[in-house]
Structure formats: structure tokens, C-alpha cells
């Protein structure tokens, strides 16, 4: 028998290709395929990776349909198998079967797409080093940290933290509103935070890393108004929703650990010098900012970790859809949802938009107040109206962009 004709007959994945298990999208349940060869992350239905899952090159295509009739209780057809071959050449799946200029192909597709997702108006990314040497250093050496001897009592600590500021918040804010801070201490502090910043996406790296994962770059990223590392962890679509929510939430994690010097500081330290001010500095401003990273309706840490428990890929996306249907077409055209997720898409849509109404009003109401006090209403009714229009275009161009591009992975 032939090389050829052993791929067709018993069917064998390239080597490298990771499966990953069952998450819910708009009401369909979709595995990701990774191919670490091209740096493609595709998608494919349960059927599909039931099947992938099995060809491993000891069982033939009798096999496979009568494990696959077993599980759906349906006999797979010719017509079946000439869809799955298909898709399966067409991205190069197979063991035995691949075409290396259609490889190279694919490959620079996949290169393309990431750097088009790069880059925008509002938001874009610049990759600086591939930390992959760097973390297979690191992580045998910091093995005991992902053990619950110590992230049981690191919790503790954190919540000591948060409810140490808390308690003095007066206190801490009072520190930090304070005027006549000397220059050193405010570059101090800049430069704390960014390194607060780094390991908190380095955690989610790590974390990565430990559980499996491959993380590819580690870069600057620039989403408005904000500049600020960031930490490339794709493979967290092929773990399970507990290790995705750890890979989320670690981030957080280190960033509030990070503060337990300068509670220590303030706590013990003396009062008015400029390490307890900038202990209370770091203090009130890093818990603020680890708080806003758990806020679920901004796509920061919170956002995915409420995604990944939901085992949803895509909440925030799905949410819209679902009221979208709703309301377009009734509650028949929401039906294929699971009621688990009609839930999460309600009280998730809801709350998102009670909460982006409360924020926009909030802000309105303080740049109208700003600009009233400069120019006068007229001038600031003027102003909020031109940046209005000027928004609604953005947005619209941006709809219109994403509707026409193709994702990077599908």
C-alpha cells in the first residue's frame, strides 16, 4: 500500500495539530484546530473533531463510520467523507497529503491576517520579542506558584489588599490628591506602574505556557486613549474553561500581589515621606486598576473570564445577535439557544447596555459641564454635536470593515 493510499484509507493528522474541546458560539458548539505549522486557528463543528479526533492512523474509514453511527446513529455517506477529505486538504491537515507551496500559502494568509489585526484606527500592536526561551526558562523555576500551597494563601493576601484599601481609602486618596509632589516621585511611580503592568501580562504568559500553551509575542499595544504591554495567548481556545479562566484572571492576579510591598510601606512606613506616598499611590491606583480589569462589560481580563465560565467564545458579539434576532424576528428565532445561554445573552445584553448608558451620561454630562464653564452652553451643545456626528461615522466605518474583511480564523 502507498503512502497516498494509507492517508485516504486510514487517515492520520499532521503532527502538531491540537484539538481543542467544545465551546458555544451563537448557539453552535465549535472546537478550534490549531496548526502550529501555518499559525492557523480554525474552527470546526463537533462532528468534525469527533471524527478528527480518531484519526490517528490506526483505524480505517469502516472504523471511523462505525464509532461515528455508534455516537450520532447515522451512517456517514459518500458525499459526507468527500466534504470532510475536502476541508481537510484544503487546509492541509493531513499526514501524507500536504503540498508545500499550498503550506507556504497558508502560512503567509495567516501571517497577513495577524498584522492587518494589528493595526486600526483606535487601536494597534507592535510586537517586540518572542518570549517563548524566556518563559521555558522561567517556568520550571517558578513551578511551585501554580500550586495551591501557594495560591491559596497569595488569595488571602489579595484580598487582604483590596480590604486593607478599603478601609483607609480617605486616607489613601487623600495621600495621592495631595499637591507638591517632587518630579523623581512621579516618574517613580510611572515606572512602578509599567512594571506592574509587564508582569501582569507576563502572568497570563506564564500561566499559558503552564498549562500547555505556546505564546508567541509580547509587544505594545496601543488602544485609545491608552499605550501598554500586552501578552499573545491564542492557545487559550484549546484548554478548558477552568484553565482559560486561570489564564484570564492571572494577570490580576499578579498585579494585586505586586501591591504587598506597598501596603507593608504604608502600613509600617513613615508617614509624609516619599515612599509612603508613593505607596499610597500605587496603592489606590492599582487596585483601582485591577478592579476596572474585572468589569465584564469592557474587553479587558473580567470580560474573558466571565466568557471562558460561560464556555461562550464570544459574549459580548453574541449578546447583540441574540437581542438582534429577538427583536427582528421574535423569541422563535432564539430558540437554538441553549436556555443557559438565552440567560447569560439577556441579563449580559442588559446589563451592558444599562452600563455603557450610565458611563456615556456620565461623561457627557462632565464635558458639558467643562466645556460650559470655558466657552459657554451654546459652544458646548456645538462641540458634543460635532464629536457625536463625528463618532457615528467612525463607528459606522468600522461595522463596514469588519462585515467586509475576512477573519483570520476560520
Same mark, same amino acid.
Given at each position: 500500500?502507498?503512502?497516498?493510499?494509507?492517508?485516504?484509507?486510514?487517515? =492520520?493528522?499532521?503532527?502538531?495539530?491540537?484539538?481543542?474541546?467544545?465551546?458555544?458560539?451563537?448557539?453552535?458548539?465549535?472546537?478550534?484546530?490549531?496548526?502550529?505549522?501555518?499559525?492557523?486557528?480554525?474552527?470546526?463543528?463537533?462532528?468534525?473533531?469527533?471524527?478528527?479526533?480518531? *484519526?490517528?492512523?490506526?483505524?480505517?474509514?469502516?472504523?471511523?463510520?462505525?464509532?461515528?453511527?455508534?455516537?450520532?446513529? =447515522?451512517?456517514?455517506?459518500?458525499?459526507? /467523507?468527500?466534504?470532510?477529505?475536502?476541508?481537510?486538504?484544503?487546509?492541509?491537515?493531513?499526514?501524507?497529503?500536504?503540498?508545500?507551496?499550498?503550506?507556504?500559502?497558508?502560512?503567509?494568509?495567516?501571517?497577513?491576517?495577524?498584522?492587518?489585526?494589528?493595526?486600526?484606527?483606535?487601536?494597534?500592536?507592535?510586537?517586540?520579542?518572542?518570549?517563548?526561551?524566556?518563559?521555558?526558562?522561567?517556568?520550571?523555576?517558578?513551578?511551585?506558584?501554580?500550586?495551591?500551597?501557594?495560591?491559596?494563601?497569595?488569595?488571602?493576601?489579595? !484580598?487582604?489588599?483590596?480590604?486593607?484599601?478599603?478601609?483607609?481609602?480617605?486616607?489613601?486618596?487623600?495621600?495621592?490628591?495631595?499637591?507638591?509632589?517632587?518630579?523623581?516621585?512621579?516618574?517613580?511611580?510611572?515606572?512602578?506602574?509599567?512594571?506592574?503592568?509587564?508582569?501582569?501580562?507576563?502572568?497570563?504568559?506564564?500561566?499559558?505556557?503552564?498549562?500547555?500553551?505556546?505564546?508567541?509575542?509580547?509587544? *505594545?499595544?496601543?488602544?485609545?486613549?491608552?499605550?501598554?504591554?500586552?501578552?499573545?495567548?491564542?492557545?487559550?481556545?484549546?484548554?478548558?474553561?477552568?484553565?482559560?479562566?486561570?489564564?484570564?484572571?492571572?494577570?490580576?492576579?499578579?498585579?494585586?500581589?505586586?501591591?504587598?510591598?506597598?501596603?507593608?510601606?504604608?502600613?509600617?512606613?513613615?508617614?509624609?515621606?516619599?515612599?509612603?506616598?508613593?505607596?499610597?499611590?500605587?496603592?489606590?491606583?492599582?487596585?483601582?486598576?485591577?478592579?476596572?480589569?474585572?468589569?465584564?462589560?469592557?474587553?479587558?481580563?473580567?470580560?474573558?473570564?466571565?466568557?471562558?465560565?460561560?464556555?461562550?467564545?464570544?459574549?459580548?458579539?453574541?449578546?447583540?445577535? !441574540?437581542?438582534?434576532?429577538?427583536? =427582528?424576528?421574535?423569541?422563535?428565532?432564539?430558540?437554538?439557544?441553549?436556555?443557559?445561554?438565552?440567560?447569560?445573552?439577556?441579563?449580559?445584553?442588559?446589563?451592558?447596555?444599562?452600563?455603557?448608558?450610565?458611563?456615556?451620561?456620565?461623561?457627557?454630562?462632565?464635558?458639558?459641564?467643562?466645556?460650559?464653564?470655558?466657552?459657554?452652553?451654546? /459652544?458646548?451643545?456645538?462641540?458634543?454635536?460635532?464629536?457625536?456626528?463625528?463618532?457615528?461615522?467612525?463607528?459606522?466605518?468600522?461595522?463596514?470593515?469588519?462585515?467586509?474583511?475576512?477573519?483570520?480564523?476560520?
Amino acid at each position: 500500500m502507498t503512502t497516498v493510499d494509507a492517508t485516504w484509507t486510514r487517515p =492520520r493528522l499532521r503532527a502538531g495539530i491540537v484539538l481543542g474541546p467544545g465551546q458555544w458560539r451563537n448557539g453552535k458548539l465549535v472546537h478550534h484546530v490549531k496548526d502550529p505549522e501555518t499559525g492557523w486557528y480554525y474552527r470546526v463543528g463537533p462532528r468534525e473533531h469527533f471524527l478528527m479526533s480518531r *484519526m490517528d492512523g490506526t483505524r480505517g474509514l469502516d472504523e471511523l463510520a462505525g464509532e461515528y453511527a455508534a455516537a450520532y446513529q =447515522r451512517r456517514l455517506g459518500p458525499e459526507n /467523507w468527500q466534504q470532510l477529505f475536502g476541508m481537510l486538504h484544503q487546509r492541509q491537515l493531513l499526514d501524507g497529503a500536504t503540498d508545500p507551496e499550498e503550506l507556504a500559502r497558508l502560512t503567509a494568509t495567516a501571517a497577513a491576517g495577524a498584522a492587518k489585526g494589528r493595526r486600526g484606527p483606535l487601536s494597534a500592536r507592535l510586537p517586540l520579542f518572542d518570549p517563548e526561551r524566556l518563559f521555558s526558562w522561567l517556568l520550571p523555576r517558578l513551578a511551585p506558584v501554580f500550586s495551591w500551597w501557594f495560591v491559596a494563601p497569595a488569595l488571602l493576601a489579595v !484580598f487582604a489588599v483590596a480590604g486593607y484599601v478599603a478601609l483607609h481609602l480617605p486616607e489613601l486618596a487623600d495621600g495621592v490628591t495631595g499637591g507638591g509632589r517632587p518630579l523623581p516621585a512621579i516618574l517613580a511611580a510611572v515606572v512602578v506602574t509599567w512594571v506592574i503592568v509587564f508582569l501582569h501580562e507576563c502572568a497570563h504568559g506564564l500561566t499559558c505556557r503552564h498549562f500547555g500553551g505556546r505564546v508567541t509575542e509580547i509587544g *505594545m499595544m496601543w488602544r485609545f486613549p491608552l499605550l501598554a504591554p500586552y501578552c499573545k495567548v491564542d492557545d487559550v481556545v484549546l484548554f478548558t474553561p477552568r484553565r482559560r479562566v486561570a489564564t484570564a484572571f492571572a494577570g490580576i492576579f499578579v498585579s494585586m500581589l505586586a501591591l504587598l510591598p506597598f501596603a507593608a510601606i504604608h502600613l509600617w512606613g513613615t508617614p509624609g515621606g516619599q515612599l509612603h506616598e508613593l505607596a499610597s499611590t500605587m496603592l489606590i491606583f492599582g487596585t483601582a486598576a485591577a478592579a476596572l480589569n474585572l468589569v465584564p462589560f469592557l474587553r479587558l481580563d473580567g470580560y474573558y473570564m466571565l466568557s471562558h465560565a460561560l464556555n461562550l467564545t464570544d459574549l459580548r458579539g453574541d449578546s447583540y445577535r !441574540f437581542y438582534g434576532q429577538l427583536l =427582528r424576528h421574535g423569541p422563535g428565532a432564539v430558540r437554538a439557544h441553549r436556555p443557559r445561554d438565552r440567560l447569560a445573552y439577556a441579563l449580559y445584553g442588559l446589563a451592558s447596555a444599562v452600563f455603557a448608558a450610565t458611563v456615556l451620561t456620565l461623561l457627557v454630562r462632565y464635558w458639558y459641564d467643562t466645556l460650559a464653564h470655558w466657552l459657554g452652553p451654546t /459652544w458646548a451643545v456645538t462641540i458634543l454635536a460635532a464629536e457625536a456626528a463625528l463618532l457615528a461615522l467612525l463607528l459606522t466605518h468600522l461595522a463596514h470593515r469588519r462585515k467586509e474583511g475576512p477573519p483570520l480564523n476560520a
